[in-house]
């Protein structure tokens, strides 16, 4: 099985059935509310995401993520590690800071955290960056096109003819497209993504 980083439908979020995130949709509402800002209510429905059309997004995660964790070390503050790494919940609009919801989700024994795409957007810009993450790196991801991409040799035969940064760990270089990735779609799409 694994675990997964996918896209969420309105089905779904506002779904109250077991493998549904009503709850954390109900609970990211009522922090909104008490925060002055917007409800989060304008979810694309199930009818617009349709595989291999970039509107859905699922990516498993393999690799080991320890380098990954010391790039992020080297190159982000504690801060920008923790909002990157934290949430567990990513909304595609701004959060000054992250939501620390009073509910647990499938992969949390704690409460879950909620982070805005666009912050998360712009550490992993950054860290893409840093490594010089190549322009072929698969942009829309919604049937495990970026992990295969990585695992199924693309990543290492770009490797072999173009190195540079990014090709030095390629796992490494999996989680930060991985994050890239992710949160571009939320913002894009106007959908939250969660791990499954």
């Known amino acids: 099985m694994g675990m997964y980083l996918v896209s969420v439908c309105a089905e779904d979020w506002f779904g109250d059935e077991e493998e549904g995130w009503g709850e954390v949709s109900v609970a990211v509402n009522a922090a909104l509310r008490q925060l002055g800002l917007?409800?989060?209510e304008s979810v694309p429905a199930e009818t617009e995401f349709v595989r291999g059309s970039g509107h859905a997004f699922e990516e498993k995660?393999?690799?080991p993520m320890h380098g990954f964790v010391a790039l992020c070390r080297a190159h982000l503050s504690h801060e920008e590690e923790e909002t990157l790494c934290g949430w567990?919940?990513?909304?595609p609009f701004s959060l000054d800071e992250a939501i620390h919801l009073p509910v647990e989700t499938a992969y949390t024994n704690s409460p879950t955290l909620?982070?805005?795409a666009p912050?998360?957007?712009a550490i992993a810009e950054k860290l893409a960056t840093?490594?010089?993450?190549?322009a072929e790196t698969p942009r829309m991801c919604d049937n495990l096109d970026l992990t295969m991409w990585f695992l199924d040799g693309a990543a290492k035969q770009l490797a072999a003819s173009r190195p540079g940064p990014w090709s030095r760990d390629l796992d490494t270089a999996f989680y930060v497209a991985l994050f890239l990735r992710a949160a571009q779609h939320s913002v894009r799409r106007?959908?939250?993504m969660v791990f499954s």
């Open 38 to 40: 917007p409800l989060y």
């Open 61 to 63: 995660l393999v690799p």
């Open 88 to 91: 567990g919940v990513l909304v």
């Open 114 to 116: 909620v982070a805005g």
């Open 119 to 121: 912050q998360v957007l």
């Open 130 to 134: 840093a490594i010089e993450l190549p």
């Open 190 to 192: 106007g959908c939250p």
